[in-house]
């Protein structure tokens, strides 16, 4: 899982453009012998037929990224960024568009600064990919409008346990969830990897209509937020303390049941867990829950520290556990013991 | 209603997403009145009447109330809490709350040099009375909501209480439900979830695919000491609703509304709501639409702990409900 992991963090993927990353998805389904679709909104759905409940498992394929809003007379690209803090991508390295045109977003040098500007961040608004091309003119010749912009982080292992990588927010979803489909369970299974979940859930929205499910289980990165100078009940979760549980987020609120039921999986398999310390930001979960006649949703998320960020930090165990979690709740099938 | 059952429907345990306690007393109230009586996946809960028109209404008021969801418990013993639904995080402090299995906490807010009035969520703490965080382990887990007291007062014709919104809805259907005459199937829908975003009355109508919606909740005034501009008063009638931010009550809704008062001699008034949404708005743009308006009770100081309704008002409310579900012919929007 560790493998693949790296393989899928590593894949541009930015919301609106997952292409690379279903085709790789589409490669390892084909490899394990599992049918699947795609449907209009390029959601990638694999359904295992069984008897018994209707449930959805799902994780985004799509990660925060920039896309070219347009290119200025001295060759710069102007960009629009969804999800992104302005102060984490300076002098960073992107790709750019389907050649993935190297470039960088730089800033003013600080020698250069005075002092209104030393104090203050930078809109994205202030901020350009510069590729390097002499004019608007040559810039065109390598990218347009509509590029879209991936930050180009690569994987990394630092230390035993901890992983570095861009989009793990949700990459480490979708390598669960393709671990889960190695295994049967007792129940008509749906598994969405789902497109453009940072614009606003928008793959789910359509996909839950084709899944219908009762029961639901959404597996995400989410913030973990344990620094130093943070209060302890602002960390959200903490990274290293087991897969975190959801109570409540920005689009649900656990049914008891639910919430009671993950928790108790967790103590019989002997699974370490942690609750997502947190009542807002929103997952797939809030398009699900509420759809058709409603749905029964369960979130199960890996912390990372520095989310949305180019370069973020999760932990192997808390990964591995996630999927032990998902994958007890579904064998011992408590999905019958929410609704 | 007798006053112990009014207080009942209104002080039960029953925040967003914790609504079993709420649903189980509505239930017995209902039950002995409907064809049918069920709780659907996300704990709405529904009792039909049958009808002989082919035709099918939709009533719906929420059962969730607002609260206080428990965050993290820190090593003295403190709850952190964030806002369940829309909590005024100064207005919270200095309150009592409640929560399900009836421990009492105080909020309270951290010092700071600008006094209450800035305080933001994350500044409020719950004082249980535990010692440690072990101690308050033992009462409370994260993930378990607390609610404001309830304080059941009434004062002459008028009655306040902190969860009016929309526990007097609630009680307006039970009282429906044991009136009303009508010839078309009626769904009496105590939704969930409409404090975060109207989850449950949207998946209630997509189940039940309704010709009429008409959901009761409470609306603002205009007739405080500085409040902003709104026809809505006390003790002159409930409302009919035009619009508020979830919905434009179509026209043709809000003159079937009109015209049953008118011929029944019910007074009422029309409603604009500013900044506040129901759950007409999900039943409204459900499937490929429903005609869908409101019934609203005009109460005073929304979302704190002391709101404040006319117990005449609310009368008329479920006068006029009864007066709309006995037409026989229903608006098409």
Redesign the interface.
């Known amino acids: 899982m560790l493998g693949r992991l790296e393989q899928l963090t590593n894949i541009y993927g930015v919301s609106g453009d997952e292409g690379r990353v279903r085709k790789y998805l589409k490669g390892a389904l084909d490899d394990m012998g599992l049918a699947h679709k795609t449907d209009a909104m390029g959601n990638l759905i694999v359904h295992k037929a069984g008897k018994g409940r209707r449930v959805m498992v799902c994780a985004h394929m799509d990660e925060v990224g920039m896309i070219v809003r347009g290119v200025l007379e001295n060759g710069l690209l102007a960009y629009e960024a969804a999800g992104l803090d302005p102060r984490v991508v300076i002098s960073k390295r992107v790709a750019v568009g389907r050649d993935d045109v190297p470039g960088v977003i730089g800033a003013k040098a600080i020698h250069l600064q005075n002092r209104e500007e030393f104090k203050r961040a930078l809109a994205h608004d202030e901020l350009y990919v510069d590729i390097g091309a002499k004019d608007r003119a040559d810039a065109l010749k390598y990218v347009k409008p509509g590029d879209r912009i991936c930050f180009t982080t690569k994987f990394e292992r630092l230390g035993e346990d901890i992983v570095k990588a861009k989009a793990l927010d949700d990459r480490v979803g979708c390598a669960i969830l393709l671990e889960l489909l190695k295994n049967d369970y007792e129940c008509d299974l749906w598994a969405v990897f789902t497109v453009q979940e940072e614009l606003g859930l928008r793959g789910a929205k359509a996909a839950v209509w084709t899944a219908a499910p009762?029961v639901a289980l959404v597996l995400e990165g989410t913030t973990a937020n344990d620094m130093p100078k943070a209060?302890?009940?602002?960390?959200v979760t903490r990274m290293g303390h087991g897969p975190a549980v959801t109570?409540?987020d920005g689009?649900t609120?656990?049914?008891?049941r639910m919430?009671k039921a993950l928790q108790q999986t967790a103590k019989e398999a002997g699974i370490p867990y942690q609750?997502r310390?947190?009542?807002?930001g929103g997952t797939d979960g809030g398009a699900i829950?509420?759809?058709?006649?409603?749905?029964?949703v369960g979130g199960i998320s890996v912390g990372c520290r520095y989310i949305h960020s180019p370069a973020s930090l999760a932990s192997v165990s808390d990964i591995q556990n996630a999927y032990l979690l998902a994958h007890a709740f579904l064998q011992t099938k408590k999905f019958d013991e929410v609704? | 209603m007798d006053t112990k059952t009014l207080e009942t429907i209104l002080t039960t345990y029953g925040p967003?997403?914790?609504e079993?306690r709420i649903s189980s007393v509505l239930r017995d109230l209902v039950a002995p009145y409907a064809d049918e009586v069920y709780n659907?996946?996300?704990?709405?809960l529904i009792a039909l009447k049958r009808g002989v028109s082919g035709k099918k209404i939709m009533l719906s008021a929420h059962m969730d109330q607002i609260g206080l969801?428990v965050?993290?418990i820190?090593e003295k013993g403190f709850l952190?809490v964030?806002?369940?639904g829309g909590v005024n995080a100064p207005l919270s402090a200095g309150h009592q709350v409640v929560f399900e299995n009836g421990t009492r906490g105080a909020v309270y807010f951290e010092r700071n040099e600008k006094g209450v009035g800035e305080v933001k969520m994350?500044n409020l703490f719950v004082d249980i009375g535990a010692e440690s965080r072990e101690e308050a382990e033992q009462l409370v887990n994260?993930?378990d909501m607390c609610v404001f007291a309830g304080r059941f007062a009434l004062m002459g014709n008028r009655l306040s209480c902190s969860t009016l919104d929309d526990r007097i809805c609630c009680a307006a259907l039970v009282e429906a439900i044991q009136k009303a005459r009508s010839e078309h199937d009626v769904y009496y829908v105590f939704t969930v979830?409409e404090e975060?975003?109207l989850?449950?009355a949207?998946?209630?109508a997509?189940?039940i695919e309704p010709d009429l919606g008409i959901s009761l909740d409470v609306t603002g005034t205009g007739d405080v000491p500085e409040a902003l501009p709104m026809a809505v008063e006390l003790g002159k009638g409930p409302t009919v609703k035009v619009m508020d931010s979830s919905v434009i009550v179509p026209p043709a809704v809000r003159r079937f509304m009109e015209n049953a008062a008118a011929e029944a001699g019910i007074p009422f008034q029309r409603e604009v709501l500013r900044g506040g949404g129901t759950d007409t708005g999900a039943v409204q743009r459900t499937r490929g639409g429903v005609p869908a308006g409101c019934i609203s009770i005009g109460t005073r100081y929304i979302h704190s702990p002391v709101e404040t309704c006319d117990m005449r008002d609310y009368e008329n409310a479920v006068k006029l409900l009864c007066a709309c579900l006995e037409r026989k012919e229903l608006p098409i929007a």
């Open positions: 009762d209060k302890e009940h602002e960390y109570f409540m689009g609120v656990a049914r008891p919430f609750f310390q947190g009542s807002r829950n509420k759809a058709l006649d409603g749905c029964v609704l | 967003t997403g914790h079993d659907d996946k996300l704990g709405n969801v965050v993290a820190d952190r964030a806002n369940v994350n994260v993930g979830q975060v975003g989850r449950g949207g998946t209630a997509y189940a």
